[in-house]
């Protein structure tokens, strides 16, 4: 079983920056991907960023140039830098790792932008 823990979360003035850090229970460079996702009240989980296994990012439109993904494999951990925030980033944002079809999570940690 994998655990992914979620942490750096928090409340924080729009304009201002957040780094969160998903700490994995095995090597992360075994998954073909590690990505976040996010969710806010009402709305259907949404991409953010991922990072495959060769090092190949993607990121939602809303958030390029602003957010950036990144991974530790000594530390077995994956980073989301996140730059010049919005209320409209408020959302409980979730770690994933995936395993050809085995998809991971961890249970979120909550991201709240203020205006």
């Known amino acids: 079983q994998v655990q992914l823990v979620e942490s750096g979360g928090g409340l924080v003035q729009a304009g201002g920056s957040l780094r969160l850090s998903c700490a994995a229970s095995?090597?992360?460079?075994?998954?073909?991907?590690m990505g976040w996702y996010r969710q806010a009240p009402g709305k259907q989980r949404e991409l953010v960023a991922t990072v495959t296994s060769g090092g190949s990012t993607n990121y939602a439109d809303s958030v390029k140039g602003r957010f950036t993904i990144s991974t530790d494999n000594a530390k077995n951990t994956v980073y989301l830098q996140m730059n010049s925030l919005n209320p409209e980033d408020t959302a409980v944002y979730h770690c994933n790792a995936r395993w050809y079809i085995h998809d991971y999570w961890g249970q979120g940690t909550q991201v709240t932008v203020s205006s």
């Open positions: 095995r090597s992360i460079s075994s998954f073909n991907a």
